[in-house]
């Protein structure tokens, strides 16, 4: 397997990224389990989940077949709610059904109408200086509201957000 560094945060990841939204739900613990040692053994070190997988599900699984395989593996979570206070709780947790201190990549899900870019992007701040998460990045943002968030950072010497995690496949090539 290729690895690719991640942006500007240093980290090589391998260029395939394991999405555990399944798991939980159509694979259980052992077969999850399967799944990732299958992963790493082709060189995957970059694993996807999000709090909202399986009503928190998958994240407990991850918690149980990361032992021993953390140190690894680049794990990323994502956060589905823009209040402030939620996307502070959250990580909490999912580091907690995770059993982890620290994730190295917390994404901010899905942009919605009347979200306050300032108020989640201080969340995000406090998220990353109290050690619970290395990187912060967003999911299925267009690209001007990235930018929007990231000059947010800039202005407030908040960390900017790494990376915009889009679909893209066969049928969906809009980054194209």
């Known amino acids: ?3 690719v560094q991640f942006g500007t945060t240093g980290g ?3 260029e395939m990224c394991l999405g555990t939204m399944m798991f939980g739900d159509r694979c259980d613990l052992a077969e999850s389990d399967r799944i990732l040692a299958r992963a790493m053994e082709g060189g995957v070190n970059f694993v996807d989940t999000a709090a909202m997988y399986v009503k928190g599900e998958t994240e407990k699984i991850l918690g149980q077949i990361l032992k021993g395989r953390r140190d690894k593996l680049f794990v990323a979570t994502k956060v589905n709610h823009h209040d402030p206070a939620v996307i502070r709780s ?3 947790e999912s580091l907690q059904r995770m059993q982890l201190d620290h994730v ?3 994404l901010l899900h899905w942009p919605k ?4 870019p300032a108020e989640m992007m201080s969340a995000l701040n406090d998220v990353v200086n109290a050690g619970k ?3 912060v990045g967003c999911c299925n943002f267009p690209a001007w ?3 929007h968030f990231n000059a947010i950072a800039a202005e407030n010497g908040y ?3 790494v990376c915009n995690q889009i679909p893209y496949n066969p049928i969906e090539r809009g980054v194209e």
């Open 104 to 106: 190295d990549l917390y």
């Open 133 to 135: 998460t290395r990187f």
């Open 159 to 161: 960390p900017k957000l």
């Open 145 to 147: 509201l990235l930018a």
């Open 90 to 92: 959250s990580i909490d």
């Open 1 to 3: 397997m290729n690895t």
């Open 12 to 14: 090589q990841l391998s």
């Open 113 to 116: 109408q009347g979200m306050n």
